[in-house]
C-alpha cells in the first residue's frame, strides 16, 4: 500500500467520512413559534434513542432585524421560515417516526405520506448565505417602498394617510407625501409614527 493510499482517511478528511453519505434535509413542519423547541426535541430524541449516525445537521433558519421602540434601536432574531424546521437525516421508517412524533411537530412537508421529498443541498446553502448576510447587515423590521401608501398612527398628522417619499434607515424616518387642507405636504415621520395601510 502507497503512501496516498494511507493519507486519505486522515487529518482534514476524518471528519467527512464519519458523516453518514445518506443524509438529507428534509423540511418539518412545527407549531409557529416553537421551532426552536421543536430543534432541542429532536435533538434529544436522537440522543435517547441512539441515532446520531442517521442524522445530521438541524436548522432553524434566523435572519436579524433592527426594529426602533420608544426611539431605541434594538436587534431581534426573526424566523425565515415561520413553522418550519430544516433536518438532515438518513430517512427510513424508524428516523420518520422519530421526528413525526416528536413534541409539537405536525409533519413533514412534500412528498409521500411517510415517505417525504428532500431537498437539494444547494437549496439549503441559500438558506445558509441568507442567514449570514443577515447577521451581518441587520434588516429593518418593516421596510416601506418610495410609493408606498401609509397612515399615521400618532403624532399631530393621525389618521392622515399619504405616500411614502423618501426612506432613511439609517435614522429610521420618511418623508411622507400627506393631504393637508387638499394640498400635498412633505411630512417627516418615524418608523413607528405610521403603518402601512
Do not use: C
Not at 415561520?82 to 421526528?99: A, I, K, N, Q
Not at 409539537?104 to 412528498?111: A, D, E, L, P, R
Not at 439609517?170 to 393637508?180: A, D, F, H
Amino acid at each position: 500500500m502507497s503512501n496516498t493510499d494511507e493519507t486519505t482517511n486522515t487529518g482534514a478528511e476524518a471528519p467527512a467520512s464519519v458523516a453518514n453519505p445518506d443524509l438529507r434535509w428534509y423540511i418539518v413542519h412545527a407549531y409557529s413559534g416553537m421551532e426552536k423547541a421543536v430543534e432541542r426535541n429532536i435533538l434529544e430524541r436522537i440522543h435517547r434513542s441512539d441515532m446520531q449516525s442517521k442524522f445530521g445537521r438541524i436548522l432553524v433558519p434566523t435572519e436579524e432585524v433592527v426594529e426602533v421602540r420608544n426611539g431605541q434601536k434594538k436587534t431581534t432574531e426573526r424566523r425565515l421560515f415561520p413553522g418550519y424546521v430544516f433536518v438532515e437525516m438518513v430517512m427510513d421508517d424508524d428516523t420518520w417516526h422519530l421526528v413525526k412524533h416528536t413534541s409539537k411537530v405536525t409533519g413533514f412537508v412534500g412528498g409521500a405520506k411517510n415517505r417525504p421529498a428532500p431537498i437539494s443541498e444547494a437549496e439549503v446553502q441559500k438558506i445558509v448565505l441568507q442567514m449570514e448576510e443577515g447577521s451581518e447587515k441587520p434588516r429593518h423590521k418593516v421596510e416601506f417602498m418610495v410609493g408606498e401608501f401609509i397612515r399615521v398612527k400618532e403624532g399631530p398628522f393621525t389618521d392622515f394617510n399619504g405616500s411614502v417619499e423618501e426612506v432613511n434607515y439609517e435614522k429610521s424616518r420618511l418623508r411622507v407625501s400627506v393631504m393637508i387642507f387638499g394640498r400635498s405636504t412633505p411630512v417627516e415621520l418615524e418608523f413607528a409614527q405610521v403603518e402601512k395601510t
